[in-house]
């Protein structure tokens, strides 16, 4: 096929690569060490590289021979070798502890750089072009965190909106939505924006030893969306896992009779709306988009009823008949929540508060608080993105891998969250990653651009390669076959031409 001539930049890739060091095997593919991949669009051609991020955890367990950093679902021990007091001072340090930075989720941009993320309080720096790993960052001395989103926003002016979780602040348990600058001033040059990040906004948790697991967040012009779901990690055990010799995973849990609360934050006050708003219990990942829409507040997520899509991946579980074998007990649905900020405060009780034409409805209940009931746009999609132009704004369409039973996807949808149509692409033995959407320069519309998605074949004879589609027809323009062995990822971001450095720098 052939690339449209605007096509000019990176497509930066990450996921987990290398599960098994020397005699030692991870427990969970979201452990493996962080492997990085970037395809290189220049003039019509395409150039690919890849490499591990050479963290101090990749570099710990390269030295040893075996897994001896911690990650999330692999609890790692001391060399046998130690004496008994070193093996106790481990044991102790694990109290709350140093979290791994294999940094194996995305990719974030700051100013004029991009940082490897996952979840902890580590990021790394990286070159986007070499994809060699530079400094390592930790958010906890700028901004009071332990955990941390991979799934950050950006304004207008590039600054970063994130959100963590700070669990050691005297026993106060809260969630903290923090903001990065783009950029420093002038005569502070030499300073990172790291050092002038400030929180904007605490959010106490529900629970002060239970706080609430959440991958994402969601933002509108005026407002952040932080929904607190019943799916929990437990502080104590989490303190006693190490001792225990169970992983950190084993410290989360669902409680399938509990709410979910829905947190709006008022960007210029910096406070939170006082009025409770909540739905039944749930389990997600992923913010698709949210906007505002006459005193409302309209968002749309991916959900599910349990926690079973984590268990998925744990590598025992993906043998080689895992398709047949291995069902989702949950089938992602994308679900819209439509809730009146502005209301009217006389409602009748039991009265449903939303005015604009939807399934969704928000009931007001004896106590103030507004039960929300959201509409089911549709269902077996998961890894969403949109055109980031029509962030926080009201769009229309959502690019997202297609997955049925199986956590493994094998179709790439272009869903219309307002006709509900949906266009396919999908090929036999096919499994695709998350698609990036690039809009084409000076694009009119909201589909005017191209999809970009990574193709790992389930036949390992057969080379995996990059697809490119149109957009706005979802036919394929052309792809890019690599002659190496590419792993599953997870999520990456596509760094136009004019926004990367030169590699001289």
Request: hydrophobic letters at 35%; a negative charge; one cysteine or more.
């Amino acid at each position: 096929g052939q690339l449209p001539t605007w096509l000019q930049g990176i497509l930066l890739r990450n996921g987990p690569g290398m599960h098994t060091i020397g005699d030692t095997r991870y427990n969970h593919w979201f452990d493996g060490l962080a492997l990085m991949h970037s395809f290189t669009f220049k003039n019509g051609e395409v150039y690919y590289r890849s490499k591990y991020l050479r963290s101090d955890t990749y570099n710990c367990n390269i030295e040893a021979n075996r897994i001896v950093v911690s990650e999330f679902g692999t609890m790692a021990y001391p060399d046998p070798c130690k004496n008994i007091f070193a093996k106790a001072f481990t044991y102790l340090s694990h109290t709350i502890p140093e979290f791994t930075d294999n940094c194996l989720i995305n990719i974030m941009k700051v100013g004029a750089d991009f940082y490897a993320t996952s979840e902890t309080n580590f990021i790394r720096k990286i070159n986007p072009q070499t994809l060699d790993t530079l400094e390592k960052v930790d958010y906890s001395k700028y901004v009071a965190v332990n955990l941390t989103t991979s799934h950050p926003h950006y304004d207008s002016a590039g600054n970063i909106l994130n959100m963590g979780t700070s669990i050691v602040d005297k026993g106060k348990t809260k969630y903290l939505l923090f903001k990065i600058p783009s950029s420093v001033p002038e005569h502070e040059k030499k300073k990172s924006c790291f050092k002038h990040a400030e929180v904007v906004c605490s959010v106490p948790s529900r629970s002060l030893l239970h706080p609430s697991y959440y991958h994402s967040f969601g933002i509108t012009d005026n407002y952040v969306i932080f929904v607190e779901q019943p799916f929990r990690l437990d502080i104590v055990k989490m303190a006693t896992a190490y001792m225990r010799g169970v992983s950190w995973a084993s410290c989360l849990a669902f409680n399938k009779d509990d709410k979910t609360w829905f947190h709006f934050i008022d960007k210029k006050t910096r406070k939170e709306v006082s009025t409770k708003f909540y739905t039944d219990a749930m389990v997600f990942f992923h913010h698709i988009n949210a906007y505002e829409e006459d005193g409302h507040i309209v968002f749309d997520i991916i959900t599910y009823t349990d926690n079973s899509l984590y268990d998925m991946f744990y590598l025992k579980n993906l043998t080689r008949d895992f398709e047949e074998n291995i069902k989702l007990t949950s089938r992602p649905t994308c679900k819209r929540f439509v809730v009146p900020l502005q209301h009217d405060k006389d409602a009748e009780v039991g009265s449903n508060l939303v005015t604009l034409p939807s399934a969704a409805t928000a009931v007001k209940e004896k106590d103030g608080n507004i039960y929300c009931q959201p509409e089911t746009l549709c269902e077996g999609i998961e890894l969403p993105r949109i055109n980031y132009d029509y962030n926080g704004k009201k769009y229309k369409y959502v690019f997202a891998t297609e997955v049925q039973w199986s956590p493994i996807p094998t179709k790439i949808a272009k869903f219309n969250t307002q006709t509900k149509e949906m266009l396919q692409w999908g090929e036999d033995n096919c499994w695709p990653s998350e698609p990036i959407f690039v809009p084409r320069p000076d694009a009119r519309e909201e589909d005017d651009g191209v999809v970009l998605t990574c193709i790992v074949r389930n036949d390992p004879k057969e080379a995996p390669f990059l697809l490119v589609l149109d957009a706005k027809t979802f036919t394929e323009l052309g792809r890019a076959t690599v002659d190496v062995e590419m792993h599953l990822d997870l999520h990456g971001m596509f760094i136009a031409e004019q926004d990367s450095k030169p590699e001289t720098e």
